[in-house]
């Protein structure tokens, strides 16, 4: 299997390279899509202890002028306040257009980092090279890149695709189990909206050794499918807003729990399964879906119901939602296992008749 993928947009293509041990010719890589000398690597404090110094050493190596900034890990640091002080430390290192930015981490480094690329100058060329298992096949692809403000996540933010993506699957070998499984409930919505087949391979899986022997193919098969949808839809208009099945409740309850009781993952997953659970009662999916869902969620311990399509706070988080159009809500529902659509609807949707 090819382990390369081509996001084809125009002027804005890139390419995945996924391949184990590729940390280690980040340079060869890299200087294949770029010609200048100066790199900035945004990373945080534990990513940092890992993969920091071999990155900068092999770039160094490369003949490239490199610095860094090390931002502490977590949800909080993709805020405003960051933004200054990541500008401050590229204005301090003499950015130029012509220069690049590399992301190293997680969903938060790429997010934010990819955020500042786009923005500082105007925008200038960044990398990714994500570090988790979510950002590896999910947020690091498509070039939607945000900050959270205090009234929602991810409420800032452009489009700003990157000129590469390199995952190196090895690097999931220092995640905690938590981290591994956060990232696989956005592996687990893939094969809920697009792929029966492959929902049927995860859900046959029950720990993180069946998710590490299947990596590269989890992660390819991942990138493949969202790599489809953002050549349709760059913007998230139409088609991409698929990728948002479960989101909706998600964000309500990351935003109710102020971004500490849930991952990002575990919250998709609470959001599919009751999403799901209520568009069966409605009729409007196949019954014994949200069954299937729940089943591979309990697979690896995660919580599926915590009843928060009943939780007008969460709800209240949801009518400021950027899926939002005027007093349209676009929620995301399954036809059935591996078949989705756009259901046009208002926050009414979550009270039962």
Known sequence: MSNSLHVDLGKNSYDIIIKKGILKNVCEEIKKVYKGEKIFIITDDIVSSFYLDKVSQDLKSGGYSVDYIVLPNGESTKSLSSLEVIYDALIDFKMTRKDLIITLGGGVIGDLGGFVASTFLRGVDFIQIPTTLLSQVDSSVGGKVAIDLAKGKNLVGS?????????????????????????????????????????????????????????????????????????????????RMKLNFGHTLAHGIEAYYNYEKYTHGEAVAIGMYEITA????????????????????????????????????ILSHISSDKKNEGSI??????DEIGSCYIYKTNLEFFKDK
């Not at 929902?199 to 590269?216: G, N, P, Q, T, V």
């Open 159 to 239: 489009f700003h695709q990157p000129k590469l993506v390199l995952i190196d699957p090895n690097v999931l070998a220092t995640l905690d189990d938590r981290t591994v499984n956060d990232g696989f409930m956005e592996v687990i919505k893939y094969g809920c909206i697009f792929d029966k087949e492959f929902f049927e391979l995860l859900y046959k899986m029950h720990s993180r050794e069946d998710i590490l022997e299947h990596i590269e193919h989890i992660i390819y098969k991942s990138c493949d499918l969202k790599r489809k949808v953002v050549e349709e839809d760059e913007k998230d208009t139409g088609e």
């Open 329 to 334: 809500l676009n929620v995301i529902l399954l």
């Open 278 to 313: 209520l568009s069966e009662k409605k009729g409007l999916t196949k019954k014994g879906t949200s069954d299937k869902i729940r089943d591979i969620l309990v697979n690896f311990g995660m919580d599926y119901d915590i009843n928060a399509v009943h939780n007008e706070n």
